[in-house]
């Protein structure tokens, strides 16, 4: 498997996109949002290592 750390070309658009987003936010939604990213990504953390268990 070709697994890399490198973003591709849509998803380095759609990072650019949230951080215009992100721009606009006051420092408490900022903290909100960042920890509901952090959750969600807790929660990929999890589905992958469960799918990766069952293989």
Do not use: C, G, P, W
């Not at 759609?14 to 990504?41: D, G, N």
Request: proline share 0%; glycine share 0%; net charge negative.
């Amino acid at each position: 498997m070709d697994f890399t750390n490198e973003l591709t070309l849509e998803q380095q658009f759609r990072l650019q996109s949230f951080k215009h987003q992100i721009e606009e936010l006051s420092r408490e939604e900022a903290q909100a949002y960042l920890l509901e990213v952090l959750r969600q990504m807790m929660v990929k953390d999890n589905m992958v290592k469960n799918l990766l268990k069952n293989i």
